[in-house]
């Protein structure tokens, strides 16, 4: 089982206070990336089904609101460990990480528009 507790949660699962500026600034830009996804999508397809474009987009955060919890919990039985210990909740937290972590991965490869529509019939 990988421990990531050497990384960021050590010390009985408090992080040092001078790693929590440059954490939080990492999350918040990781983060971004479903923001930017609306206006790719409104960028790239055809300005006639704009709406139909952004529901997708919208569908994909609630699909991942649903089925993160859904393998976090799976991990959870699997483990079995009671008291639940520190380096369980790091392992499940592993499973939003590494969704976040593809989505920036994958932003990086977006076309740029310089804000204007792309879209060719």
């Given at each position: 089982?990988?421990?990531w ?14 790693i ?13 990336t ?17 709406g139909i474009t952004?529901?997708i ?5 609630f ?20 008291p ?8 499940a937290?592993?499973?939003?990480f590494?969704a ?22």
């Amino acid at each position: 089982m990988v421990t990531w507790g050497i990384l960021v949660f050590y010390n009985g699962g408090e992080p040092p206070q001078s790693i929590l500026y440059p954490l939080l600034f990492i999350m918040g830009f990781c983060g971004s990336t479903y923001y930017l996804t609306f206006a790719v999508v409104k960028e790239v397809n055809n300005p006639q089904i704009a709406g139909i474009t952004t529901a997708i987009v919208n569908t994909g955060g609630f699909l991942g609101a649903a089925i993160l919890p859904a393998l976090m919990g799976n991990y959870f039985d699997r483990v079995n460990s009671t008291p639940m210990l520190v380096n369980v909740y790091h392992n499940a937290l592993l499973y939003p990480f590494i969704a976040i972590l593809i989505s920036t991965i994958f932003i990086l490869f977006v076309k740029e528009t310089a804000g204007r529509n792309i879209w060719k019939a």
